[in-house]
């Protein structure tokens, strides 16, 4: 692209007509010191909590403790331009960050700042970081699903639009992969997507970029990173500042998916400006108010009353646990907090079951409310049966004899989870897993083998999406399981297993011959 | 603006700036408004105010080691005491003295200068003059002094006790610092400020009429 100089010229002719020196009235004070992120400041006599300040050189600071002689400045940005003696003015203003469809498709820091080289924001619109929750007559109960695309969640710990669900497990148990997951499977749905990445290392941060990109997701999502190198006051306002570029689109009447990766790291940021401010520390050093620091972030997802717009933000907070230690501090803290949790384990990842989730202790406390009357159908009782089947579970590896109803359920569940198990990156359409889940709950693959079961489910949505096209469309309008799609579904089961039989590419297996 | 903190040996506290240490700023408060109250008791503001500017001002920068000598703690207060009371006895009036006394026996001699600039902000405060520094890019004489002075406490409505810098980085204009507040009418900030809006007009422009400015 070439430049017409002459029209820039014009441009600035026209600012330098227009411009009138008025009298610059600020408010000031004086760096007293500055290090590790933070400053005080003496002087700024006016300053207001949470108020945004200008250090020279353009660098921003947010006011953080107002003390009876200095200011407390956490600084966002370069703290080491700034030094002692420095004129910092204040600016009247919040702290805000750019919002509308500019910011999608972008990578971005916590202050609305492009990372990704490709050029300025071109938004007018600003949304202040720090908002006020929607209160509770602007709200609506949770009514529409949210698919994660996901089998084990949507068919068990359901997560409808505007509700907050934990994901909760150790360090390398999949939590990033379901976050990332839920935004591919948001392709067709019209839902804005937000990855929020804090204190995480910038290599794992750079892979999720690269796969949504690859899977053609960064088309409507925005990632926000506060990477681990990072000052610490950057990582704390950065699930605030992705949450004010989500709430836009809720406070539009669209709808929004949040996944913050991880807030256990967000808390550590807060735990060391706090420290460094010198507040009182609490139970493991956090202060004392790290507990509203997640709620009003959380509360800030919402499904808005149709009066409002009908919007709704969705999130997705991740928690990282140490050892699965869940009754430390924060995970506590933020279980109390949301509306579910799903929890990943490590010995069910290692197990070859992924996602790794506990079904027994993950639970979705509205999502049930969300689900498509299909999938309900489908899935009622999967739960508990599968909770079950791992206490049964254990209990035969004692190796007794076991009676017939007993193994038979032993198998049943044997092929559930195998059916549950799900490949990274390849989210299942909600039709397909409802034909899948009705499959294995109603005994369906009883006669396959183990390891068959991932292939058979395959070939069987390959068989319905080619032969059965017909049930499919009346499941994807209907969106429900009645008399006549349970008839035709019944069929195309019975039509699958002839012509399985028949090419010879998988054989019945005995029961409990696994 | 000058931000370099004063030599301590030079003894004299800029009002406006950041004080060497926030906590003695705070403790200075505190004994000039025990001083102003007690000279007011004794009806000798006045003379209390310009006996510790004195002080402050010329004696202690004309013996150097004599600050060092009263912040040190290996010097009893008493020692302490006794000298102040050889060095002012007779000199100066009493409340003064005592002053100095209270100040030697509670080994706060040490940040006298402190004190004293207190007391001058103190007296300001009750006669409803605030603190301002007034900067302009070249030295200005008395009677334009006079009536800037003049001018500007007109404009804010307020009466000040000013202090005249002189900073040529301004280029022109004047800025003008009253307490927390500062009135910039600079050349200098004037040519910040429309660099700024150059360049976000331009980028406005770039962004949203990218065929008026440019041709593929």
Redesign the interface.
């Known amino acids: ?4 100089t002459d ?2 010229a014009s ?2 002719r026209e ?2 007509d227009r ?1 009138q ?1 008025g ?10 010191e500055v290090g590790d992120g933070i400053a005080r400041v ?5 300053v207001m909590a949470g108020e945004m300040v200008e250090f020279p050189g353009g660098v921003t600071g947010l006011a953080f403790n107002l003390e ?3 200011v407390g400045v956490i600084i966002l940005g370069d703290y080491l331009k700034v030094n002692e ?3 910092v ?1 204040s600016t009247g203003q919040l702290l805000s960050v750019p919002v509308g469809d500019a910011v999608i498709g972008r990578v971005l820091d916590p202050l609305g700042n492009p990372l990704d080289g490709k ?2 924001i ?1 938004s007018d619109l600003r949304r202040p970081v720090e908002t006020l929750a929607p209160g509770v007559a602007d709200r609506q109960p949770v009514r529409e699903p949210l698919q994660t695309g996901i089998k084990a969640i949507d068919a068990m710990t359901p997560i409808g639009r505007g509700q907050r669900e934990l994901i909760i497990g150790d360090r390398k148990t999949g939590k990033t992969a379901i976050g990332i997951d839920a935004i591919l499977n948001q392709k067709h749905s019209g839902v804005k997507c937000f990855y929020v990445a804090v204190g995480q290392k910038d290599s794992s941060v750079a892979v999720a970029v690269d796969v949504l990109r690859r899977y053609g997701a960064m088309n409507y999502t925005t990632v926000i990173v506060a990477g681990a190198s990072t000052a610490a006051p950057l990582q704390y306002i950065a699930p605030y500042s992705g949450t004010a570029m989500a709430e836009h689109f809720m406070y539009n009447g669209q709808h929004a998916l949040i996944v913050y990766d991880d807030l256990s790291k967000q808390a550590t940021a807060y735990r060391q400006l706090s420290l460094l401010m010198r507040r009182p520390p609490g139970r493991e050093a956090y202060p004392g108010d790290v507990f509203y620091a997640h709620s009003r972030l959380l509360e800030r997802s919402a499904k808005l009353s149709d009066e409002h717009g009908g919007g709704s933000l969705t999130s997705l907070p991740i928690i990282e646990t140490l050892e699965g230690e869940v009754s430390a501090y924060i995970p506590t803290n933020v279980i109390s907090i949301t509306d579910g949790q799903i929890y990943l384990q490590p010995d069910l990842f290692f197990a070859g079951q992924r996602p790794a989730m506990n079904v027994g202790i993950s639970v979705s406390r509205v999502g049930g409310a969300a689900q498509t009357k299909a999938m309900k159908k489908v899935s009622g009782g999967l739960r508990l049966d599968l909770a079950a089947f791992r206490e049964l579970e254990a209990f035969a590896q004692l190796g007794t004899d076991l009676d017939a109803a007993t193994q038979s359920r032993l198998d049943r569940g044997y092929r559930m989870v195998e059916l549950l198990k799900q490949g990274q990156y390849q989210p299942l359409d909600v039709v397909d897993q409802v034909l899948s889940i009705y499959a294995g709950t109603r005994g369906h693959l009883d006669e396959v083998k183990r390891e068959e079961v991932a292939d058979w489910e395959k070939g069987f949505l390959t068989f319905v999406r080619e032969q059965a096209a017909e049930l499919r469309t009346r499941l994807e309008e209907t969106k429900a399981l009645d008399d006549e799609t349970e008839r035709l579904l019944e069929a195309a089961i019975a039509e699958y297993k002839r012509q399985r039989v028949g090419t010879g590419s998988g054989s019945p297996a005995l029961a409990g011959a696994n | 603006m000058q931000t370099d903190h004063p030599d301590p040996a030079s003894a004299i506290v800029e009002p406006l700036l950041a004080p060497r240490d926030v906590s003695v700023a705070l403790i200075a408060r505190v004994y000039a408004q025990a001083i102003v109250e007690a000279a007011d008791k004794a009806n000798c503001r006045d003379e209390v105010v310009s006996e510790l500017k004195q002080l402050a001002d010329e004696v202690l920068p004309r013996v150097p080691g004599l600050l060092a000598l009263l912040e040190s703690p290996r010097l009893g207060t008493s020692d302490k005491a006794a000298v102040v009371d050889r060095a002012v006895n007779g000199r100066v009036s009493e409340t003064t003295r005592n002053t100095l006394q209270v100040l030697a026996n509670h080994q706060r001699l040490g940040i006298l200068p402190e004190i004293v600039a207190a007391v001058s902000c103190e007296v300001d405060r009750l006669a409803g003059r605030q603190q301002a520094i007034i900067t302009t890019a070249q030295s200005l004489d008395d009677t334009q002094r006079q009536g800037l002075l003049a001018e500007v406490e007109r404009c804010l409505g307020t009466a000040l006790a000013a202090r005249f810098t002189v900073n040529p980085d301004l280029l022109g204009g004047l800025v003008v610092r009253v307490e927390d507040t500062v009135y910039d009418q600079s050349v200098a900030t004037g040519l910040v400020r429309l660099a700024e809006r150059f360049k976000q007009r331009s980028i406005h422009e770039i962004q949203h009429r990218r065929d008026r400015l440019g041709s593929a």
């Open positions: 692209m070439k430049f017409n029209e820039i441009v600035l600012e330098i411009y020196s009298i610059d009235v600020r408010e000031v004070g004086q760096v007293l003496w002087g700024l006599s006016g009876e002689n200095s003696g420095d004129e003015r050029g300025p071109a």
